[in-house]
């Protein structure tokens, strides 16, 4: 299994600024992802963040908006940029280990 | 594209009874599926991961199963408790999503004492 914490837990935002979110696993993961879990709703894919090399987005998000770093194979960032009160949501970092996907305790963004 | 469903949306039983909890899925070429309870407000605990080959996975109280013939998987829960009440999510890998987990909308339980 994996241990997986998210700094910060919450924060709250004036927009058009920016917000960074660390994920740290505590032992080393190939595969590192990050989801958007907006009000009442499940959880979407924003990318796969990838070891060494630009981050994987799904339909619907881009770079510009969410840039996500992985410097190693036990840590991610993603950043909110020039946000709005749309992005008010909880996001996410899971990690597989090796098959079982685990997950951060989620960081609960308002944006007012 | 694969797509999940769960049904019910919320489901409110009293304490004691043992729950059923319904996953539906289109493409039944799947690698895994996992099940995850959600508190309000918090992160996701992977509770059970049934792999392709496998046809059922237990834990404690905990069962789930997987018929991918008939594209479902049911967790069942035996003598529920109020710290049961959650949102009970499941999710699955499968090559029509391109290797990712895709997941169902949840089922919010809330078990009375």
């Known amino acids: 299994s994996a241990v997986i914490s998210q700094k910060p837990s919450r924060d709250i935002c004036q927009r058009g600024t920016s917000l960074t979110i660390q994920c740290q696993v505590d032992?080393?993961?190939?595969?590192m992802f990050w989801y958007r879990q907006q009000p009442g709703q499940s959880l979407t894919l924003i990318a796969t963040?990838?070891?060494?090399?630009?981050?994987?987005?799904e339909s619907g998000f881009v770079i510009d908006k969410f840039p996500i770093s992985r410097p190693n194979l036990t840590f991610s960032t993603l950043t909110v940029s020039n946000m709005s009160p749309e992005d008010s949501s909880i996001y996410l970092c899971?990690?597989?280990?090796?098959?079982?996907?685990?997950f951060g305790p989620g960081t609960r963004l308002t944006v007012l | 594209k694969q797509e999940v469903t769960q049904i019910p949306a919320a489901l409110s039983v009293p304490e004691g009874e043992n729950l059923v909890l319904n996953c539906s899925f289109t493409?039944?070429?799947?690698?895994?599926l996992q099940w995850f309870r959600q508190d309000p407000g918090k992160g996701l605990t992977s509770l059970l991961l049934?792999?392709?080959?496998?046809r059922e996975q237990t834990s404690g109280r905990l069962n789930a199963s997987l018929d991918k013939s008939s594209g479902r998987s049911t967790l069942y829960i035996a003598a529920s408790q109020p710290g049961d009440s959650a949102t009970y999510l499941c999710?699955?890998?499968?090559?029509?999503?391109?290797?990712?987990?895709?997941f169902g909308g949840g089922t919010r339980v809330l078990v009375k004492p």
């Open positions: 493409d039944s070429a799947i690698y895994n």
């Open positions: 899971s990690a597989e280990s090796p098959v079982e996907q685990f």
């Open positions: 999710a699955l890998v499968s090559g029509a999503a391109g290797n990712k987990l895709t």
């Open positions: 963040a990838n070891q060494g090399s630009e981050a994987t987005y």
């Open positions: 049934i792999q392709s080959s496998q």
């Open positions: 032992s080393q993961v190939t595969m």
